[in-house]
C-alpha cells in the first residue's frame, strides 16, 4: 500500500525550479593568473609556525580552573594540618602560596648545597690580576 502511495505523492514545484545563480555558472579567479607569486610560500611556512607555537602554548598553559585551584588549596591545607604548621584556618587567607609552604626556605637549602660561598671558581680573574700586580711592580722598580 505505501509503495501505492508513494507513487501518487509528487513534489510540486509550483510553476518552476529554483533558478541557477549566475554567481554559480561564473569561473573562479577568471581574468586572474592562478600561477604562484612567491609570497604563498613563507604564508604558509608562517601559517604552519604560528599552529604549532599557539597549539604548545596552548597545551603547556596551566590549569586555572576554579577546581584546580581549591583541589590544590585544600590539599596544603590538610597537609599542614597533619605537619602541625596550622592551628586554625583563617577565612580568606590562601595558604598555597611559596611563602607559607616553605618553598623559599627549601630553595635556600639547596643554594648553599648547590654553591659553596667560600670557594672561588674565578680562577682566571685572579691570574690576571696577578700579571697586572707584577707588571705595575716591575714599572716601580725601573722607575
Not at 510553476?15 to 541557477?20: F, K, M, V
Not at 660561598?117 to 722598580?141: L, N, T, V
Request: hydrophobic share 30%.
Amino acid at each position: 500500500r505505501s509503495a501505492r502511495l508513494s507513487s501518487k505523492i509528487t513534489r510540486r514545484n509550483f510553476g518552476a525550479g529554483q533558478p541557477e545563480s549566475q554567481s554559480q555558472q561564473a569561473r573562479l579567479f577568471e581574468g586572474h593568473s592562478t600561477a604562484p607569486e612567491g609570497w604563498e610560500g613563507p604564508i604558509y611556512a608562517t601559517y604552519a609556525a604560528a599552529t604549532v607555537v599557539i597549539t604548545l602554548a596552548l597545551g603547556f598553559s596551566p590549569d586555572t580552573s576554579i577546581n584546580t585551584w581549591a583541589s590544590n588549596e585544600a590539599r596544603v591545607r590538610l597537609q599542614m594540618k597533619a605537619d602541625g604548621t596550622l592551628e586554625k584556618e583563617e577565612f580568606g587567607v590562601h595558604y598555597n602560596t611559596p611563602e607559607k609552604i616553605g618553598f623559599f626556605a627549601e630553595w635556600d637549602k639547596f643554594q648553599m648545597k648547590a654553591a659553596n660561598p667560600e670557594e672561588d671558581d674565578d680562577d682566571d680573574d685572579d691570574d690576571e690580576e696577578e700579571e697586572e700586580e707584577e707588571e705595575e711592580d716591575e714599572e716601580q722598580e725601573e722607575d
